[in-house]
């Protein structure tokens, strides 16, 4: 594709549900990137795929954040037990390596926890 | 710890030349990338390197642990928040961000 893409791009959901959103990285990145971005508050890491490595999970906030992606292609962020703290949002980026190391990024979802 | 430092808030006028700095404490990190945020719009690179470099009216200075965006005759359409990016260059390679920096111009 063109660029990273997200979805949905808004999300308004009940405290407790589970939610889950997707990111289409640019296609051939081996590097993905999941942030959240609080109201007035900045970027704030939380993983990071590269290749068919072990993830780095160090910026996840609880056990209730978990991502997965398979090979070099889709993401999935998925936050269980949604509470209204979790409210964000939420950036995905994706790398092509290389001596590069630009991030591209997608417009973002964002979550609303009522 | 990894982190990046920048100021929350720079303010300048139209037309004057604004500075955000930028240092950090990445360990084996020697490229800066600095980025330009719209709420609600990707965030977009507006240059990088290690070495001081310009893209259009966008400056970057270099030292080894810091680094300054120097925008040129800024606009009131330049208010956004701006990114510093370390890459942290220690195998499993990973950018570190700031907490951005709030630009606010006046006319």
């Known amino acids: 594709g063109a660029g990273v893409s997200q979805s949905p791009s808004n999300k308004v959901t009940e405290k407790g549900k589970d939610v889950e959103l997707r990111c289409d990285p640019i296609?051939?990145?081996?590097?993905l990137y999941w942030y959240r971005q609080r109201l007035g508050q900045g970027l704030e890491f939380l993983i990071y795929?590269?290749?068919?490595?072990?993830?780095?999970k160090s910026g996840l906030p609880s056990d209730r954040f978990s991502a997965e992606r398979t090979g070099e292609s889709v993401s999935t962020l998925t936050i269980q037990r949604t509470q209204q703290e979790d409210s964000a949002v939420y950036l995905c980026?994706?790398?092509?390596?290389?001596?590069?190391?630009?991030?591209?990024f997608g417009p973002g979802t964002r979550l609303t926890v009522t | 710890k990894d982190q990046v430092f920048q100021p929350s808030t720079v303010a300048s006028s139209e037309g004057a030349v604004v500075e955000i700095f930028c240092n950090h404490s990445v360990s084996n990190a020697y490229n800066f990338f600095w980025y330009l945020h719209f709420p609600g719009c990707a965030p977009r690179l507006l240059v990088k390197?290690?070495?001081?470099?310009q893209q259009g009216r966008y400056n970057m200075t270099y030292e080894r642990f810091s680094s300054s965006l120097l925008i040129l005759q800024v606009r009131e359409a330049d208010a956004a928040v701006y990114y510093c990016a370390c890459l942290r260059d220690t195998g499993f390679q990973k950018l570190v961000f700031g907490t951005g920096t709030r630009l606010l111009v006046s006319p």
């Open positions: 390197g290690s070495k001081p470099s």
């Open positions: 795929f590269q290749g068919n490595s072990a993830p780095d």
């Open positions: 980026a994706s790398t092509g390596g290389g001596n590069s190391y630009e991030q591209y």
């Open positions: 296609s051939g990145h081996t590097a």
